[in-house]
C-alpha cells in the first residue's frame, strides 16, 4: 500500500497495479465503466485532455474536469458520480482529468496490469485477485496534493482485509508490511460507518463545503457495482 503516487517507488513496476480515489474519482470511473461508457481516458493536463478529444464526435465523448473539488468550466462534468447515468454516459468515452486521481493512474501506468478501485466496486477488486494471484500488488491511494488519505487507505485496508480472509492467508503473511496492516487497521475501525470517515476526512470536509453530501453517501456504499475497470492501453480504461 502506497499513500499517494508520490511515495510509489519510481524506478519499477508491479504486476499489478491498484489506483485507489475514493472520493472520487476511481468511484466516478466504476460509475461511468457500470453504466455502459465505451472507455476512460484520463489525462493530467486540461489542455491536452481538450486536444485529444477534439477528433472524437461530440455525441461519442463526455469531457469531465475537477480542480480543487470543483467542475473547471467549460467542461461538460466535474467529478461526481452522481452526473454520471446510463443515459448521459452510455456508448459515450470520459476523458477526464482530476486533481490527485489522474495523476495516480499516471504514476502506475507502467505496470503490468493496472486497475482502479473504490468501496462501491471492491468486491470485484478482490476477485480478480484472488483469481489472478498476481506476485506484486501495489495499492496506491491517490491522497491530496501528495498528502495522506483517509479514506483511499481504508479502502485498500478493505482490498487487503477481504484477499486475506477469502483466502485463509496467516496473519503472518503480513509481518513488516506496515502500510498493509495499518489500512487493514484503519478499515477494521471504520467499515460499519464510512459514512462517518467521510465526513471526518479532509477531502470529505472539502466535498461538504461544497455541498457534495450526497456524493459522499453514494461512494460509502460497498460492493453495489461489479465492474472492473483495467487500463487496456496506456491511459485508457475499460471494464
Ligand atoms: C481527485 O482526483 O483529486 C478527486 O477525485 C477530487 C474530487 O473529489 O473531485
Redesign the pocket.
Known sequence: VYHTPELTPADKAPDCAIAV?V????S?MATVLAAGGEAIQVFSDLEKLMHVSESWLPEKRLRAG?RG?GKVPGFEL???PLDCTPELVQGRRLFIS???????LQRIQDAATVITAAFINRAAVVRYLIEKQPETVWIVG?G?EGSFSLEDTACAGAIAQHVVQETNLPLEELAGNDEVISAIALYSQWQDNLLGLFHACS?GQ??LRLD?HE?LKYCSQTDILDVLPMQREPGVLKS
Not at 472520493?23 to 476511481?26: G, N, P
Open positions: 480515489d472520493l472520487r474519482a476511481t466516478t475537477e473539488g466535474g467529478n461526481s482530476t486533481t490527485n486521481g489522474t495523476r495516480a491517490s491530496w477531502h472539502r466535498l457534495c456524493d
